[in-house]
């Protein structure tokens, strides 16, 4: 069993950048698929991003991302980072990161560990 935790988040201008990360506060990531997801108030929690067990493995992104989030991985460190740019309002949400044991997967319910979230607020 691993416990993720993720750290980062704040609150940034339109066209920011942050970056999130995601630890274990026990056990390893680098034994999972990792993937961020995110949700806003009112919503349903939607994916984000995914990745490989190996670092440099395969990526995946919701095309409401992709060419802006980059998701990576340093399984020397035990982290799994996701670099946010060119943010926009639309992107305050909660983020979790979670760890899956069958895949990089686009669907929560591949997700076994999740960490409690961290907020993303962007202003306009």
């Known amino acids: 069993q691993v416990q993720p935790v993720e750290s980062g988040g704040g609150l940034v201008q339109a066209g920011a950048s942050l970056r999130l990360s995601c630890a274990a506060s026990?056990?390893?990531?680098?034994?999972?698929?990792m993937g961020w997801f995110r949700q806003a108030p009112g919503k349903e929690r939607e994916f984000v991003a995914a990745i490989s067990v190996w670092s440099g493995g395969s990526t995946y992104y919701a095309d409401s991302v992709k060419g802006r989030f980059t998701i990576s991985r340093d399984n020397a460190k035990n982290t799994v980072d996701l670099q946010m740019n060119s943010l926009k309002p639309g992107d305050t949400a909660v983020y979790y990161c979670?760890?899956?044991?069958?895949?990089?997967?686009?669907?929560?319910?591949?997700?076994?560990?999740w960490g409690q979230g961290t907020q993303v607020t962007v202003s306009s």
């Open positions: 026990g056990g390893t990531l680098g034994r999972y698929s």
């Open positions: 979670a760890a899956s044991l069958i895949g990089p997967r686009g669907t929560d319910s591949a997700y076994s560990y």
